[in-house]
Protein backbone atom coordinates (compact mmCIF):
# COMPACT_ATOMS: atom_id res chain seq x y z
CA UNK A 1 0.00 0.00 0.00
CA UNK A 2 1.28 3.57 -0.74
CA UNK A 3 1.40 6.17 2.14
CA UNK A 4 2.78 9.08 2.25
CA UNK A 5 3.12 11.34 5.86
CA UNK A 6 4.53 14.41 6.13
CA UNK A 7 5.47 16.44 8.45
CA UNK A 8 7.37 19.39 9.30
CA UNK A 9 4.26 21.74 9.57
CA UNK A 10 3.59 24.99 12.13
CA UNK A 11 3.85 28.20 12.86
CA UNK A 12 6.28 30.55 11.50
CA UNK A 13 6.33 34.23 11.06
CA UNK A 14 6.73 36.27 7.81
CA UNK A 15 10.95 35.80 6.34
CA UNK A 16 11.15 32.81 8.48
CA UNK A 17 12.23 29.53 7.42
CA UNK A 18 10.40 25.67 7.64
CA UNK A 19 11.34 22.52 6.26
CA UNK A 20 8.63 19.85 5.15
CA UNK A 21 9.57 16.22 5.09
CA UNK A 22 7.41 13.43 3.41
CA UNK A 23 7.99 10.09 4.35
CA UNK A 24 6.89 7.42 1.18
CA UNK A 25 6.60 3.23 1.91
CA UNK A 26 4.58 1.03 -0.12
CA UNK A 27 6.21 1.51 -3.99
CA UNK A 28 9.94 2.06 -5.37
CA UNK A 29 10.81 5.74 -4.17
CA UNK A 30 13.84 6.48 -6.55
CA UNK A 31 11.49 5.49 -9.80
CA UNK A 32 8.88 7.78 -9.30
CA UNK A 33 8.87 11.85 -9.87
CA UNK A 34 7.61 13.44 -6.87
CA UNK A 35 5.45 16.31 -5.90
CA UNK A 36 4.55 19.10 -3.85
CA UNK A 37 1.34 20.58 -3.58
CA UNK A 38 -0.86 23.62 -1.53
CA UNK A 39 -4.14 24.45 -0.78
CA UNK A 40 -4.54 28.13 1.27
CA UNK A 41 -7.90 28.23 3.47
CA UNK A 42 -10.83 28.28 1.37
CA UNK A 43 -9.27 27.75 -1.24
CA UNK A 44 -8.30 25.44 -4.54
CA UNK A 45 -5.43 23.22 -4.94
CA UNK A 46 -2.08 24.63 -6.01
CA UNK A 47 1.20 22.80 -7.89
CA UNK A 48 4.69 24.29 -6.11
CA UNK A 49 7.24 21.79 -7.17
CA UNK A 50 8.33 18.70 -8.20
CA UNK A 51 11.54 16.57 -8.87
CA UNK A 52 12.38 13.99 -10.67
CA UNK A 53 13.08 10.45 -9.70
CA UNK A 54 17.01 11.23 -9.99
CA UNK A 55 16.65 14.83 -8.99
CA UNK A 56 18.06 15.36 -12.82
CA UNK A 57 15.07 18.11 -13.18
CA UNK A 58 12.98 20.03 -10.78
CA UNK A 59 10.28 22.67 -11.27
CA UNK A 60 8.85 25.03 -9.45
CA UNK A 61 5.88 27.77 -9.55
CA UNK A 62 7.21 30.85 -9.90
CA UNK A 63 6.01 32.69 -7.03
CA UNK A 64 8.06 30.07 -5.09
CA UNK A 65 11.31 30.13 -6.95
CA UNK A 66 14.75 31.16 -5.07
CA UNK A 67 12.65 30.75 -1.73
CA UNK A 68 11.65 27.23 -1.82
CA UNK A 69 13.64 24.53 -2.52
CA UNK A 70 12.92 20.51 -3.36
CA UNK A 71 15.22 17.60 -2.77
CA UNK A 72 14.52 14.40 -2.25
CA UNK A 73 16.94 11.36 -0.24
CA UNK A 74 16.55 8.27 -2.19
CA UNK A 75 18.14 6.25 0.47
CA UNK A 76 15.63 7.19 2.87
CA UNK A 77 12.82 7.17 1.00
CA UNK A 78 11.70 10.76 1.86
CA UNK A 79 11.22 13.68 0.02
CA UNK A 80 11.80 17.73 1.34
CA UNK A 81 10.42 21.09 0.77
CA UNK A 82 13.06 24.18 2.18
CA UNK A 83 10.97 26.96 3.00
CA UNK A 84 12.45 30.29 3.88
CA UNK A 85 11.58 33.69 3.34
CA UNK A 86 8.26 32.70 3.99
CA UNK A 87 4.72 35.02 3.57
CA UNK A 88 1.56 35.72 4.50
CA UNK A 89 0.07 33.63 1.46
CA UNK A 90 2.17 30.94 2.11
CA UNK A 91 -0.01 29.61 4.57
CA UNK A 92 -1.10 26.34 3.01
CA UNK A 93 -1.94 22.54 3.80
CA UNK A 94 0.96 21.05 1.93
CA UNK A 95 0.68 17.91 0.14
CA UNK A 96 3.13 15.33 -1.10
CA UNK A 97 2.46 13.24 -3.95
CA UNK A 98 3.34 10.31 -6.31
CA UNK A 99 0.96 10.47 -9.68
CA UNK A 100 -2.64 9.80 -7.75
CA UNK A 101 -1.49 8.84 -4.04
CA UNK A 102 -1.47 12.24 -1.93
CA UNK A 103 -0.42 12.25 1.98
CA UNK A 104 -2.81 13.87 4.15
CA UNK A 105 -1.13 17.21 4.51
CA UNK A 106 0.85 19.59 6.97
CA UNK A 107 -0.36 22.67 7.87
CA UNK A 108 1.86 26.14 7.25
CA UNK A 109 0.90 28.89 8.92
CA UNK A 110 2.57 32.33 7.93
CA UNK A 111 1.65 34.56 10.73
CA UNK A 112 3.54 37.55 13.14
CA UNK B 1 1.00 28.81 -18.39
CA UNK B 2 -1.54 26.80 -19.00
CA UNK B 3 -4.84 28.18 -17.60
CA UNK B 4 -7.19 25.51 -16.80
CA UNK B 5 -10.85 27.26 -16.75
CA UNK B 6 -13.77 25.33 -14.65
CA UNK B 7 -17.53 25.49 -15.00
CA UNK B 8 -19.54 26.07 -13.03
CA UNK B 9 -18.33 26.79 -10.05
CA UNK B 10 -20.82 25.40 -7.91
CA UNK B 11 -23.85 23.47 -8.93
CA UNK B 12 -26.80 22.42 -7.07
CA UNK B 13 -28.38 18.90 -7.57
CA UNK B 14 -30.50 16.00 -5.98
CA UNK B 15 -29.88 12.54 -5.60
CA UNK B 16 -29.53 10.33 -8.61
CA UNK B 17 -29.22 13.50 -10.82
CA UNK B 18 -26.63 13.66 -13.82
CA UNK B 19 -24.19 15.97 -13.28
CA UNK B 20 -21.99 17.33 -15.63
CA UNK B 21 -18.52 19.50 -14.99
CA UNK B 22 -16.20 20.97 -17.77
CA UNK B 23 -13.17 21.97 -17.81
CA UNK B 24 -11.51 24.13 -20.77
CA UNK B 25 -7.62 24.54 -21.42
CA UNK B 26 -6.14 27.56 -23.00
CA UNK B 27 -4.07 25.44 -25.54
CA UNK B 28 -4.15 21.54 -26.66
CA UNK B 29 -2.99 19.27 -23.94
CA UNK B 30 -4.14 16.39 -25.84
CA UNK B 31 -5.29 14.37 -22.89
CA UNK B 32 -3.24 14.85 -19.90
CA UNK B 33 -5.86 15.60 -17.97
CA UNK B 34 -6.80 14.32 -13.92
CA UNK B 35 -10.10 14.82 -12.43
CA UNK B 36 -9.88 15.10 -8.11
CA UNK B 37 -12.73 14.58 -5.75
CA UNK B 38 -12.12 16.58 -2.49
CA UNK B 39 -14.09 16.23 0.54
CA UNK B 40 -14.07 18.71 3.38
CA UNK B 41 -10.62 18.54 5.65
CA UNK B 42 -9.51 15.45 3.30
CA UNK B 43 -6.79 14.98 0.83
CA UNK B 44 -8.11 15.12 -2.82
CA UNK B 45 -8.81 11.52 -4.95
CA UNK B 46 -7.49 10.68 -8.52
CA UNK B 47 -11.16 10.06 -10.13
CA UNK B 48 -10.22 9.89 -13.78
CA UNK B 49 -6.62 10.32 -15.37
CA UNK B 50 -5.61 10.43 -19.05
CA UNK B 51 -8.89 12.02 -19.55
CA UNK B 52 -11.48 9.23 -19.37
CA UNK B 53 -9.24 6.46 -17.95
CA UNK B 54 -10.90 5.73 -14.60
CA UNK B 55 -8.88 5.38 -11.32
CA UNK B 56 -9.21 1.39 -9.68
CA UNK B 57 -11.72 1.17 -7.08
CA UNK B 58 -13.52 4.56 -8.40
CA UNK B 59 -16.99 3.61 -9.05
CA UNK B 60 -18.04 3.61 -12.49
CA UNK B 61 -20.94 6.25 -12.29
CA UNK B 62 -18.08 9.16 -12.47
CA UNK B 63 -16.68 9.41 -16.61
CA UNK B 64 -14.50 11.41 -18.22
CA UNK B 65 -14.47 12.52 -21.82
CA UNK B 66 -12.63 15.19 -23.82
CA UNK B 67 -8.94 15.95 -25.74
CA UNK B 68 -7.46 19.04 -26.78
CA UNK B 69 -8.58 21.60 -24.91
CA UNK B 70 -12.39 20.41 -23.76
CA UNK B 71 -13.23 18.04 -21.37
CA UNK B 72 -15.85 16.88 -19.42
CA UNK B 73 -16.55 15.06 -15.89
CA UNK B 74 -20.00 13.33 -15.81
CA UNK B 75 -21.33 11.59 -12.64
CA UNK B 76 -24.46 9.49 -14.40
CA UNK B 77 -26.61 9.59 -11.10
CA UNK B 78 -25.37 11.57 -8.13
CA UNK B 79 -24.91 9.77 -4.90
CA UNK B 80 -24.78 11.26 -1.40
CA UNK B 81 -21.17 10.54 -0.72
CA UNK B 82 -20.28 12.52 -3.94
CA UNK B 83 -21.51 15.83 -2.78
CA UNK B 84 -17.68 17.66 -2.80
CA UNK B 85 -15.61 19.69 -4.90
CA UNK B 86 -14.22 18.74 -8.07
CA UNK B 87 -10.80 19.92 -9.50
CA UNK B 88 -9.39 19.27 -13.26
CA UNK B 89 -5.81 19.60 -13.54
CA UNK B 90 -3.21 19.29 -16.42
CA UNK B 91 -0.05 17.20 -16.61
CA UNK B 92 0.83 18.27 -19.81
CA UNK B 93 3.34 20.58 -19.10
CA UNK B 94 4.75 22.51 -16.20
CA UNK B 95 3.79 24.54 -14.14
CA UNK B 96 0.54 21.90 -13.90
CA UNK B 97 -2.21 23.63 -13.19
CA UNK B 98 -5.57 23.65 -12.00
CA UNK B 99 -9.07 24.51 -12.43
CA UNK B 100 -10.77 26.88 -10.24
CA UNK B 101 -12.67 23.78 -8.79
CA UNK B 102 -16.32 22.59 -8.88
CA UNK B 103 -18.86 22.59 -5.63
CA UNK B 104 -21.37 19.78 -6.00
CA UNK B 105 -24.23 20.65 -3.16
CA UNK B 106 -27.69 19.31 -2.58
Known amino acids: EVQLVESGGGLVQPGGSLRLSCVAS????????MTWLRQAPGEGLEWVSSITASSASIYYLASVKGRFTISRDNSKNTLYLQMSSLRAEDTAVYYC?????WGQGVLVTVSS | DIQMTQSPSSLSASVGDRVTITCRASQGISDYLVWFQQRPGKAPKSLIYAASSLQSGVPSRFSGSGSGTDFTLTISSLQPEDYATYYC?????????FGGGTKVEI
Open chain 1, 97 to 101: ARDKF
Open chain 2, 89 to 97: QQYNDYPLT
Open chain 1, 26 to 33: GFTFNSYT
